[in-house]
């Protein structure tokens, strides 16, 4: 009695141990649904502000994330979940570099690392060998003592970094479960389908509808980028396979398949259609619901008509064909929804016949592949031939600025990422860095590829994160995606996820290899010792029951005494990445703010003027982003102002007005050497003070962007258009320096320097801004004729226009156009036409030789030029044009046989020219004279 007595009452203690403990879950639980909402709720919206490609968008996401993670590694303390994936650290070491990179270094050990300190020497010896040896010699601005060349910049993109990791952690704590992860994928499902679904009405509908009017080109429901949009669509994709994947899984196992009629097929086509009788009598709502969703989600990504998004999904959906097939998991139903997928898919883009402008667009993809001028390849060779950036990285978030000395030719396009992501890590991070990632996603990689886990729900999520993490691994190798929070985070959701259920997995198995080993060590112990006397025989019985009766505490113990180990670690951990979180987030607020000023200018046409300027002053913000914002805002005014200005001289007209009102040739006339010509004009509006009291206010602004990152054209380009004779010569000439390196892609910048630097009395500081300039350009600007006389004489000039006889000929037949035969002449005159001949490859370029030749009365270049331009031309009417020149010129030079000859082949091609039968009969009237 007494023995029975004990064990209810330990039965009744175990069971209110169990109660309890269950109560102290439901709170856990309850903070882990919570976060959980949280993350569907951040899922739901990121697509929608144009897939949170601005600042503004991700200010949100810092107090959002920063609650999911605290809850979250709360339940990691609780749960004892432990996060130690490769993949975690590879992450974890590219926040410590960039976390270096803003660290104040001492001036040896920043001299050695920083690309700041290559900049600033190269403006200090440009500075010092074309400034006059009177001026006030001085440093030039002062980079900030950092390897980041832009550290605000790396704060605020180590802050979005840090929120794409916090939400990957949080996502693989917090769903591991069957539930959690269901809800998890329906929602990106859902929410991917229906922004897919805006796509497709903006493809299809009649009048063109777009969300993004200003980039209809280039946009693609609710993204900016076309490009960027398949990367978010593929996580969704991912999600919907999951999903039926899981369902019919679920539906395998709720039929009995013992009692399925299973009849032989006699022949190939039997056995298919008893696959699809069988596949037909399986399916249900939802699983028909699920299809639908993938046909849906798989057409935007083809309607996106993203080449490298099209290429990269048709890859990662190959392999994870090929990972089903090899896993054993490919069955008859699997099949059969691969093929009404595809079929599907070409239904929907024929009926609405969009498959032929996607075909266009894959058509372009070997011409790229194959151009020798590919624009990729360009940026990656400059990217790599930066070694001041091979130790620790220029800055994270600094490609845009970091990229700039090394252009050699003008761009149509200002690249602000790498369009591949290993160059960019290796760009601003270094190369540390970029194996760190190469690791850790190679890692998750081969864990996807060669690890196939145990449990169902594992094994539906791997497969849906191979399809994932490939299709934007392969497109980020062309493309830079992946910055975007609406393409990062659904990303991270199902990496999570996987990792998340994956670790659960194993830990179970541990678990119970843990306990079943310590059972039957618990066996062995209760066995009877037969070498015993036999006086202790009667206590078996009792020994058995406390054996009983310890099993259930060792195995609590086992549950919840590692705590006392594990949370100082957790706890350690979780503070860190908070603070990663929190440290740049007021750089990224201040930046987002910066944001909607910008666009407050961009929009000034539209909303009014004095609503700006009330929301401009009521700003008091020091910081440098803002305080550009604000310098803009003022030189935009000073030029308004000016430009309506009522003292202007009478002989000046409109056009002349609006173009002298710009800034950056006003103030060229408070310069101490200025020209005598823009001195009157400074005498006749140095009376406007609002003017000089907006330009006076900027030049404060711009020399804080500037003191914030050299590197800053903007701020470069600000401060000349804000400098009213302010600064010393020193100072001036290091800004034009500065304009020069760093504006290498703008040749209009440097133009409106090199122009502003002559008008200012800096005659050689313009000039060897023009050889800069010129020598990168295919053809000389027409400014640079119009500076003549201007405070530019053509002795000056002719020395500074590039070596190459074409680009020479281009401007001599420039300046002949402008009644300055003579300065012209002086050009063609000393250039080899012969040699100009050979080096033209394009008609545009004969055409300047067959002119100079004329210009000389050397025949024989200009004929010779006119047959190589017959030769050439691409339409029979060029060719008959050419041979008609080449017809004139023979007969001027008295050969009419000659000129006969190609007189006739000219006929042969226009019959009916008029032109051409004219000449030949004044060529057989020479003839005939003869």
């Known amino acids: 009695m007494s023995s029975k007595r004990r064990s209810s009452h330990s039965s009744q203690r175990t069971s209110d141990r169990s109660r309890n403990e269950r109560a102290k879950l439901d709170w856990t639980d309850i903070l882990a649904w919570a976060a959980r909402s949280l993350i569907f709720l951040v899922l739901v919206v990121c697509p929608w502000p144009y897939g949170m490609a601005h600042w503004q968008a991700m200010v949100w996401l810092i107090p959002a994330v920063s609650l999911i993670l605290l809850i979250a590694f709360a339940v990691a303390i609780k749960k004892k979940v432990a996060i130690s994936s490769p993949l975690a650290w590879s992450i974890c070491g590219i926040l410590v570099i960039a976390l270096l990179q803003i660290v104040p270094l001492p001036e040896v050990v920043w001299s050695w690392l920083s690309p700041s300190a290559g900049l600033e020497s190269e403006v200090q010896t440009l500075t010092e060998t074309f400034a006059t040896s009177d001026a006030a010699s001085g440093a030039v601005v002062r980079a900030p003592r950092t390897v980041s060349i832009h550290p605000l910049q790396t704060s605020a993109s180590f802050t979005v970094l840090a929120i794409g990791f916090a939400f990957l952690l949080s996502c693989t704590i917090l769903f591991r479960d069957r539930t959690s992860c269901v809800l998890l994928f329906s929602v990106l499902a859902i929410s991917g389908s229906a922004n897919v679904a805006i796509g497709i009405y903006q493809a299809i509908v009649a009048d063109g509808w777009t969300l993004l009017a200003d980039m209809k080109s280039t946009s693609f429901s609710t993204f900016i980028s076309r490009n960027s949009a398949p990367q978010y669509t593929v996580c969704c994709l991912a999600s919907a396979a999951i999903l039926l994947l899981l369902h019919h899984r679920d539906r395998n196992d709720e039929v009995d398949r013992r009692y399925r009629l299973k009849y032989p097929s006699v022949n190939p086509i039997a056995r298919i259609r008893r696959r699809v009788e069988e596949f037909v009598s399986d399916a249900d709502p939802w699983s028909i619901t699920y299809l639908i969703l993938l046909i849906v989600l798989a ?29 054993k998991q490919m069955s008859s139903s699997g099949t059969m929804v691969i093929v009404l997928l595809l079929a599907g898919c070409s239904l929907f883009l024929s009926t609405f016949e969009l498959d032929e402008a996607i075909g266009q667009r894959l058509e372009t993809v070997s011409e790229e592949a194959y151009e020798r001028d590919n624009e990729r390849l360009t940026l990656w060779g400059m990217a790599l031939s930066q070694s001041s950036a091979w130790i620790l990285g220029s800055g994270l978030g600094t490609f845009h600025f970091a990229i700039l000395p090394a252009y050699q030719t003008p761009t149509s396009v200002w690249f602000y990422h790498a369009e591949n992501i290993v160059i960019e890590v290796l760009s601003n991070c270094g190369p540390l860095a970029a194996l760190g990632l190469i690791f850790g996603v190679g890692w998750l990689i081969w864990q996807l590829l060669t690890k196939q886990p145990p449990a169902r729900l594992s094994k539906a999520i791997r497969l849906g994160c191979i399809l994932a993490v490939l299709a934007i691994g392969l497109q980020s190798l062309v493309d830079f995606s992946l910055i975007l929070p609406s393409v990062f985070l659904p990303l991270g959701a199902i990496v999570g996820a996987y990792l998340g259920t994956k670790e659960y997995v194993e830990k179970s198995k541990r678990k119970r290899r843990r306990s079943r080993s310590k059972s039957s060590q618990s066996r062995s112990q209760s066995k009877p010792d037969r070498s015993a006397p036999s006086a202790s025989t009667h206590s078996e019985p009792v020994l058995a029951a406390e054996s009983a009766g310890s099993a259930a505490p060792q ?11 594990f949370w100082p670690a957790t706890l350690v951990f979780s503070s860190a990445i908070l603070l990663a979180v929190l440290l740049g987030s007021g750089d990224l607020r201040s930046f987002a703010t910066a944001e909607y000023l910008a666009s407050l200018n961009s929009n000034s046409g539209e909303v009014d003027s004095s609503t700006i300027d009330s929301e401009f002053a009521r700003l008091t913000s020091d910081y440098p982003e803002i305080q550009f914002q604000i310098a803009r805002r003022l030189q935009d005014l000073a030029q308004s102002e000016l430009a309506l200005s009522k003292r202007w001289p009478e002989q000046i007209n409109d056009t002349m007005r609006r173009s002298l009102a710009r800034p950056e040739f006003f103030t060229a006339s408070f310069a101490p050497n200025a020209t005598e010509e823009v001195k009157q004009l400074r005498d006749q509006l140095v009376d406007e003070s609002a003017v000089l009291e907006h330009l006076h206010a900027s030049r404060a602004g711009m020399l804080s962007v500037l003191a914030a990152s050299p590197w800053d054209w903007r701020a470069s380009w600000g401060l000349l258009r804000a400098d009213l004779g302010d600064a010393s010569q020193f100072e001036r000439v290091s800004n034009y320096f500065r304009i020069m390196i760093t504006c290498k892609n703008s040749p209009q910048i440097i133009q409106a320097a090199a122009t502003h630097a002559v008008m200012s009395g800096e005659t050689i500081v313009g000039l060897e801004l023009w050889r800069e300039l010129l020598s990168s350009l295919p053809r000389v600007p027409p400014q640079v004729a119009n500076m003549l006389d201007h405070g530019l004489s053509f002795e000056q000039l002719e020395p500074v226009l590039p070596e190459n006889p074409l680009i020479r000929l281009a401007f001599a037949k420039q300046l002949d156009s402008m009644k300055r035969a003579v300065e012209a002449e002086r050009i063609y005159t000393s250039i080899d036409l012969s040699s100009a001949l050979a080096s033209a490859n394009k008609n545009a370029e004969r055409q300047l030789v067959i002119w100079a030749a004329e210009k000389k009365g050397d025949v024989e270049i200009q004929i010779q030029g006119l047959n190589q331009a017959a030769q050439a031309a691409l339409s029979s009417s060029d060719q008959g044009n050419y041979r008609y020149a080449v017809a004139k010129a ?21 019959p009916n020219e008029s032109r051409y039968v004219e000449l030949r009969r004044e060529i057989l009237e020479f003839k005939a004279r003869l």
């Open 555 to 565: 195995k609590t113990a086992e549950v919840h005494v590692a705590p006392n180990k």
């Open 890 to 910: 023979l007969l001027s030079a008295q050969r009419p046989d000659e000129a006969l000859s190609e007189i006739d082949r000219a006929l042969n091609l226009a």
């Open 299 to 327: 057409a935007g990504i083809l309607i996106a008509n993203s080449r490298g998004g099209i290429l990269a999904c048709s890859g990662a959906a190959v392999v994870t064909v090929l990972a089903i097939a090899f896993g």
